[in-house]
């Protein structure tokens, strides 16, 4: 067979639009014959093609032995069905506590004791001296904080005025 018509297949193998018949006559062209050189790879690919063909085959004994070992799982313990009696078991465990959640009134809480604290301040000027210096603290430390706040209202009008000028 002439070089060309070998090319010619091989074009079509590769474009999976050969025949059986054409297939075959590749296999036995790269079986049989000695192969230039730059189809040396395609050469080995179908080589081993072939050689693969006898690991395909399976024996008679093969069903047997499926069939055998499928019957012998068979005759294993199934857990199935205790594990669906599990699950329909834990559904109405879980609806019986839901029903008992919103069916019975919640169970009395404990009342909480006031306790009102003792004055601790035997001079009334200096316990209002003393409030007075705590709660200027406090409004110093709120006016620290209102100053960020101004600076990021700064740059929120910044941010503004630049997405306006788009």
Same mark, same amino acid.
């Given at each position: 067979?002439?070089?060309?018509?070998?090319?010619?297949?091989?074009?079509?193998? /590769?474009?999976?639009?050969?025949?059986?018949?054409?297939?075959?006559?590749?296999? %036995?062209?790269?079986?049989?014959?000695?192969?230039?050189?730059?189809? %040396?790879?395609?050469?080995?690919?179908?080589? %081993?093609?072939?050689?693969?063909?006898?690991?395909?085959?399976?024996?008679?004994?093969?069903?047997?032995?499926?069939?055998?070992?499928?019957?012998?799982?068979?005759?294993?313990?199934? /857990?199935?069905?205790?594990?669906?009696?599990?699950?329909?078991?834990?559904?109405?465990?879980?609806?019986?506590?839901?029903?008992?959640?919103?069916?019975?009134?919640? @169970?009395?809480?404990?009342?909480?004791?006031?306790?009102?604290?003792?004055?601790?301040?035997?001079? @009334?000027?200096?316990?209002?001296?003393?409030?007075? %210096?705590?709660?200027?603290?406090?409004?110093?430390?709120?006016?620290?904080?209102?100053?960020?706040?101004?600076?990021?209202?700064?740059?929120?009008?910044?941010?503004?005025?630049?997405?306006?000028?788009?």
């Amino acid at each position: 067979m002439d070089l060309q018509t070998i090319d010619e297949l091989l074009e079509k193998y /590769w474009n999976a639009e050969t025949t059986p018949e054409e297939e075959a006559t590749l296999r %036995q062209y790269f079986s049989e014959h000695e192969v230039p050189r730059h189809l %040396q790879g395609v050469a080995q690919l179908f080589r %081993q093609y072939q050689a693969d063909q006898h690991f395909k085959k399976l024996d008679a004994a093969f069903d047997d032995k499926v069939l055998k070992e499928i019957s012998s799982r068979k005759s294993r313990f199934d /857990w199935q069905p205790f594990l669906r009696i599990a699950a329909v078991l834990t559904l109405f465990l879980m609806a019986a506590l839901l029903l008992k959640q919103s069916l019975l009134p919640p @169970p009395e809480t404990e009342q909480v004791k006031v306790v009102q604290a003792e004055d601790t301040y035997t001079d @009334p000027r200096l316990a209002y001296e003393q409030t007075k %210096q705590a709660l200027l603290l406090v409004s110093s430390l709120m006016n620290e904080g209102t100053q960020h706040i101004e600076e990021l209202e700064k740059f929120s009008e910044a941010q503004e005025t630049i997405k306006s000028e788009k």
